[in-house]
């Protein structure tokens, strides 16, 4: 079974262009996560999808950042304009939906590290 | 609000050396805690989980307990080995399926 695939594994741009990544999740599952790693801090979330609808998205930086799962099944996050503090590494990651919502594993892609110069 | 503390790298040990991993967490209601790992050039893995209170979640040789009177989620491995060497993230889930990632800890294990 596919894991979680991400596109592109690097990124470098220039401040004011525009990038979008995509997020592949492993079928069937219906929650769809991205997460931002910043200079080696710490892994901060950025907004959760279930299916098609956005569950949570208080962790998006500002209206710069775009995040949309048509059909619920891959996603994209589409910055633009970008911005120097913008660079980082950006991870996406699945899970089932469980009854409970807990505890329900998620599967982190590799990442695509974005540089803005 | 809820947070993930988790000591600073890059950790250097020698391989059969003993790691511990130090995490604490702030966190309101009952979380879950996390230790994933990410082995160069992939994604996160799940290493292993404690959902409540004194619980020991274990894998591949490493153990953490979940200690809600020191909030603390402390990772362990008795013997170390050079395959070991990866980024390791200690992570809570809140109430409201949540997670929360500390900055991770570079373990890097030399022969």
């Known amino acids: 079974e596919a894991g979680v695939t991400q596109f592109p594994s690097h990124s470098v741009i220039e401040k004011g262009q525009t990038v979008t990544l995509r997020c592949d999740p492993i079928?069937?599952?219906?929650?769809l996560y991205w997460y931002r790693r910043v200079m080696g801090k710490e892994i901060k979330f950025l907004l959760h999808?279930?299916?098609?609808?956005?569950?949570?998205e208080s962790g998006m930086p500002n209206n710069r950042f775009l995040a949309e799962r048509t059909g619920g099944t891959y996603s994209t996050l589409k910055v633009q304009p970008a911005e120097l503090e913008d660079s980082g590494v950006y991870f996406c990651?699945?899970?089932?939906?469980?009854?409970?919502?807990?505890?329900?594993?998620?599967?982190f892609g590799p990442g695509t590290r974005l540089t803005v110069l | 609000g809820n947070s993930v503390t988790q000591m600073e790298g890059p950790v250097t040990l020698s391989e059969e050396a003993f790691l511990t991993i130090n995490c604490t967490y702030t966190?309101?209601?009952?979380?879950?805690l996390f230790w994933y790992v990410q082995y160069p050039g992939e994604g996160l893995q799940l290493l292993l989980k404690?959902?409540?209170?004194?619980d020991k979640g274990s894998n591949k040789g490493f153990e953490a307990t979940y200690r809600k009177e020191t909030t603390s989620f402390h990772l362990e491995k008795g013997s170390v080995q050079v395959s070991d060497s990866a980024v390791y993230f200690c992570?809570?889930?809140?109430?409201?399926?949540?997670?929360?990632f500390g900055s991770g800890t570079k373990l890097n294990v030399k022969p």
């Open positions: 992570a809570l889930e809140d109430n409201f399926n949540k997670f929360y």
């Open positions: 404690a959902t409540k209170a004194d």
């Open positions: 990651a699945s899970s089932q939906l469980t009854p409970t919502g807990r505890d329900n594993e998620q599967f």
């Open positions: 999808f279930v299916k098609e609808s956005k569950q949570d």
């Open positions: 966190a309101t209601g009952y979380p879950s």
């Open positions: 079928s069937g599952h219906d929650n």
